[in-house]
């Protein structure tokens, strides 16, 4: 171990009163990063190879704390997978994303003390409290990825086809015959395309039958918008599909489905699973798009009365309903 030539014992009695939060990306995924409190001490330094040379660099101990309730479900994941209490070496892998995030954060941090060096953690205490990991919370996440890819072959398709019935991914050329996802059944998408003067740019709409492990996605699309509308159907697509994806796992869940259908719109609209379905949809689209969630909601409605036909009165509470506020 190298000698200290800076106040370390300084530096770490401020650590003590300081929390970092570290914004992680578990899936790689550019609209789901995840907020973490951690805790930093600095240990000593040490020599390790750097472009070839060695040079020393401050070894430190990274401390995971509770934070929220989706970093706390992906701690909880990797403690049991890596362990509480992980000695880092060079080649080692635990906890590498938030090591690295660590890194380039505290170097920078640490030229406030005037000290230039390179940093390295050996050391990452989860100090979580072990419980079970909220899977609705990861599977989410791993929905609107799927959502991202469903809507990726959809446009694919769209460009070269505008009209005719498909069945997705069997006629994308490739191989699979329908799309595969952990913990669900196969499903396919059929995709019915259709041109008409009535709508003015694009109109899509989606439905699920269950028995078939079938998404039915139909995009009507007036035949002279060109590929001016390729980005209003993508917004579209990402609220379609994700709310399906919603009902198909609500289904591989084993809910509770009402035997029939309620005639009238807004108790259909008001219906528990329609409910999560359409925030999951309207989420989506949200993050995506980087917009507020109430007004996506409210523009929705005012843009589809043929689709809701719901009396201004109704429209309002359902509205509500799925913003989760009393009504």
């Known amino acids: 171990m190298n000698q200290i030539d800076f106040p370390i014992e300084r530096i770490n009695q401020f650590f ?52 929220n309730e989706r970093s706390d479900a992906f701690s ?4 049991d997978i890596y362990g509480r209490d992980a000695v880092i070496d060079t080649t080692s892998q635990e906890y590498a994303n938030l090591r690295w995030v660590m890194n380039s954060k505290l170097e920078n941090f640490l030229q406030y003390f005037g000290v230039n060096k390179n940093v390295m953690c050996n050391r990452v205490i989860n ?47 490739g191989e699979e015959m329908v799309y595969t996802y952990p913990g669900f059944n196969g499903f396919s998408i059929f995709l019915d395309l259709q041109l008409s003067d009535d709508v003015e740019t694009v109109d899509v709409d989606g439905d699920l039958y269950y028995d078939d492990d079938l998404m039915y996605i139909t995009i009507i699309s007036n035949p002279n918008a060109g590929y001016t509308i390729l980005d209003e159907l993508t917004k579209e697509l990402n609220e379609v599909i994700r709310h399906e994806l919603e009902h198909i796992k609500q289904h591989e869940q084993g809910y509770n489905f009402p035997n029939k259908e309620p005639k009238s719109p807004e108790k259909y609209y008001t219906q528990q699973h329609e409910l999560e379905a359409q925030r999951a949809g309207f989420n989506k689209r949200a993050k995506s798009e980087k917009a507020d969630f ?29 913003l989760n506020k009393n009504v």
Do not use: A
């Open 76 to 79: 909880n994941m990797y403690g």
């Open 127 to 173: 100090e979580v409290e072990p419980k079970k990991m909220n899977e609705s919370l990861l599977v989410e996440g791993q929905l609107d990825k799927l959502t991202r890819k469903l809507v990726q072959d959809v446009i694919q398709f769209f460009k070269h086809q505008r009209e005719g019935e498909f069945g997705l991914p069997e006629d994308m050329g």
């Open 16 to 67: 003590d009163n300081h929390i970092f939060e570290v914004y992680l990306q578990p899936t790689h995924d550019e609209d789901f990063t995840i907020p973490t409190n951690v805790k930093i001490k600095l240990t000593g330094v040490k020599d390790y190879i750097s472009v070839g040379d060695w040079k020393p660099h401050i070894e430190y101990t990274i401390y995971i704390l509770p934070t």
């Open 294 to 322: 109430e007004t996506l909601v409210r523009d929705w409605f005012k843009k589809n009365p043929h689709k809701h036909t719901l009396k201004p009165n109704q429209q309002e509470k359902v509205i509500q309903q799925i």
